[in-house]
């Protein structure tokens, strides 16, 4: 089936108008499908920018390994491909000071670090979280001038910037016995404070917390869960799902009074959306979904039943509702009022004044030292960690002959070893360890080259249970579009690589991301339409 769409779905058409049961009364209840966008079976992260609805087409609740942005015009009816994110899903997005925040939830470039992405609406720059070890980056959010960020590898932790994200630092490291597992995975501004909702799976405890000063508390009378995924503000108050072993609730607090909203007990909520005139809700099942409807936020009713699709995200954006589902016909799906519709405000303010990496030139030793931990084999053991120590104080050095000083030691040698990461069939080589944190700091730094054999790698890798991977063409691919490396043997390598018959799924995400980075060119995934393009600029 993927293979089918890749060879003849035009990805960024706007899919014609579909009615399907409607229940609600008003035009901004008022559903249609609007965009199946790409192959990938899931859309969430519906957010409002720079006068378009923006998206993420990924797989949901499943490790996996691509997730692409795209813009919805609600004048024009058109879907546009924007971006691919090098992880496997992406976290709650954010608007801060007029920039556009993609957290990475599954970050594929290295184990342990959290990564993002910020836009303006037309350049994207890639950032890193440099502190703690870190799996995924769940939420961001934004409070009195300062970014925060939700981070997770076994201990749930929230850091903190006060300056737009050149510097980070963790705030709360979450108490997590050993063996255990804890990560907060939604973030909310409400009352000049901070709330989080925790993931704990082991043992009942309140999982709302709110920060007291730079600890995170829990919330006094909230009632004793496993999990908060899902928070909203609306009208004085702040709703959240509540979420037992097999119970499901929604409860609300105002910052002193907690109480439940009954007529949510025992609905699965999937997302909670606050508009003009009503709390909005999706729920889904085994075999149906719902869209709810409150204007008060306890008396609910159904808006809307979705029968072949299950709904994971909802938005209110200029008195209008959108939808994201999974599904129909595994595919992800946008839903909303037909086009024309209200156009989200100018949100929206230039990249030049973000950081960028220090440019100061490296010092020698930071080179020798990098040497040292290429030709050693202890360096690449505990997935690489002293050779991360060598290569990360690289990584912040944007200069010239930095990258071309870690590209010429992307052809080795290296050590002829092997080692067993995550389970027994994610097994990896010293040299695609270490290519893969080279290329990361060639990336990172902006400067170098990538050879163009890295992107042609044939594919050996057999599927494993966390679908991590460090092939070279998925990082060659991410590499040469943040360096920009756009001459003729890079782009035909990469149009060559489309659809190749022994690679996975997902691998196509990566090449066309880069494709569009470095071409300017949306196709997303039509893929003969990218092949005719080349050989047009080839004639």
């Keep these: 089936m993927f293979r089918t769409?890749?060879?003849?779905?035009?990805?960024?058409?706007?899919?014609?108008?579909?009615?399907?049961?409607?229940?609600?009364?008003?035009?901004?209840?008022?559903?249609?499908?609007?965009?199946?966008?790409?192959?990938?079976?899931?859309?969430?992260?519906?957010?409002?920018?720079?006068?378009?609805?923006?998206?993420?087409?990924?797989?949901?609740?499943?490790?996996?390994?691509?997730?692409?942005?795209?813009?919805?015009?609600?004048?024009?009816?058109?879907?546009?491909?924007?971006?691919?994110?090098?992880?496997?899903?992406?976290?709650?997005?954010?608007?801060?000071?007029?920039?556009?925040?993609?957290?990475?939830?599954?970050?594929?470039?290295?184990?342990?670090?959290?990564?993002?992405m910020v836009t303006d609406g037309k350049e994207w720059r890639w950032h890193t979280l440099p502190h703690g070890r870190t799996f995924h980056v769940h939420a961001m959010a934004s409070l009195n001038g300062s970014l925060y960020a939700a981070t997770s590898a076994w201990r749930a932790k929230l850091q903190i910037s006060e300056d737009q994200g050149k510097n980070w630092r963790i705030i709360h490291d979450h108490p997590t016995a050993e063996g255990r597992v804890t990560r907060i995975t939604a973030l909310k501004a409400f009352n000049n404070m901070l709330y989080a909702g925790l993931t704990d799976r082991n043992g009942d405890g309140p999982r709302l917390l709110r920060l007291d000063g730079?600890?995170?508390?829990?919330?006094?009378?909230?009632?004793?869960?496993?999990?908060?995924?899902?928070?909203?503000?609306?009208?004085?108050?702040?709703?959240?799902?509540?979420?037992?072993?097999?119970?499901?609730?929604?409860?609300?607090?105002?910052?002193?009074?907690?109480?439940?909203v009954a007529d949510l007990t025992g609905v699965a909520i999937r997302a909670l959306a606050s508009g003009p005139d009503a709390l909005w809700a999706v729920s889904a099942g085994r075999s149906r979904g719902r869209l709810w409807r409150s204007a008060d936020g306890t008396d609910w009713t159904i808006a809307h039943r979705f029968t072949e699709a299950a709904p994971m995200d909802v938005a209110v954006i200029g008195g209008d509702v959108y939808v994201g589902t999974s599904g129909p016909n595994d595919r992800g799906a946008l839903w909303g009022p037909p086009a024309p519709s209200s156009k989200p405000d100018q949100n929206r303010r230039?990249?030049?004044?973000?950081?960028?990496?220090?440019?100061?030139?490296?010092?020698?030793?930071?080179?020798?030292?990098?040497?040292?931990?290429?030709?050693?084999?202890?360096?690449?053991?505990?997935?690489?960690?002293?050779?991360?120590?060598?290569?990360?104080?690289?990584?912040?050095?944007?200069?010239?002959?930095?990258?071309?000083?870690?590209?010429?030691?992307?052809?080795?040698?290296?050590?002829n070893l092997s080692l067993q990461l995550f389970d027994e069939k994610f097994v990896v080589t010293a040299t695609d360890m270490a290519r893969w944190g080279l290329m990361r700091v060639i990336a990172m730094n902006g400067h170098g080259r990538v050879p163009v054999e890295l992107i042609e790698h044939p594919w050996r890798a057999p599927q494993n249970n966390p679908e991590k991977y460090m092939e070279p063409t998925p990082a060659a691919a991410w590499t040469?579009?943040?360096?920009?490396?756009?001459?003729?043997?890079?782009?035909?390598?990469?149009?060559?690589?489309?659809?190749?018959?022994?690679?996975p799924d997902w691998l196509a995400g990566d090449i066309i991301g880069a494709l569009t980075t470095l071409t300017g060119q949306r196709f997303g995934y039509d893929i003969p339409a990218w092949r005719a393009w080349w050989e047009d600029q080839n004639r």
């Excluded at 960028?356 to 020798?368: E, Q």
């Excluded at 990360?392 to 944007?398: C, F, I, Q, S, T």
């Design 214 to 260: 730079e600890n995170l508390v829990p919330v006094d009378g909230w009632p004793d869960g496993r999990r908060v995924t899902v928070m909203a503000v609306h009208n004085g108050w702040l709703y959240a799902n509540n979420l037992g072993d097999t119970e499901s609730a929604v409860w609300r607090t105002d910052g002193s009074i907690v109480e439940p």
């Design 480 to 503: 040469v579009a943040q360096i920009g490396q756009a001459d003729a043997p890079t782009l035909q390598a990469l149009i060559n690589r489309l659809d190749a018959p022994d690679d």
């Design 350 to 415: 230039s990249l030049g004044a973000l950081n960028r990496a220090d440019d100061a030139p490296a010092a020698p030793d930071m080179l020798a030292r990098l040497d040292d931990a290429l030709a050693d084999p202890e360096a690449y053991q505990r997935f690489g960690a002293s050779l991360r120590d060598a290569l990360w104080p690289l990584a912040y050095k944007r200069s010239e002959p930095v990258g071309a000083a870690v590209s010429e030691r992307l052809r080795g040698p290296f050590p």
């Design 5 to 116: 769409f890749l060879r003849s779905a035009c990805a960024a058409s706007c899919i014609g108008l579909w009615m399907i049961g409607i229940s609600a009364a008003t035009a901004s209840e008022q559903l249609v499908l609007l965009s199946q966008p790409g192959p990938w079976s899931g859309v969430s992260n519906i957010i409002a920018y720079d006068q378009k609805v923006w998206f993420v087409n990924s797989v949901k609740y499943v490790n996996h390994n691509s997730a692409d942005v795209y813009t919805y015009d609600p004048i024009s009816g058109e879907t546009q491909y924007e971006a691919h994110l090098f992880s496997q899903d992406a976290g709650h997005a954010l608007i801060a000071d007029g920039h556009l925040y993609w957290p990475f939830e599954d970050p594929r470039f290295t184990v342990g670090l959290g990564e993002y």
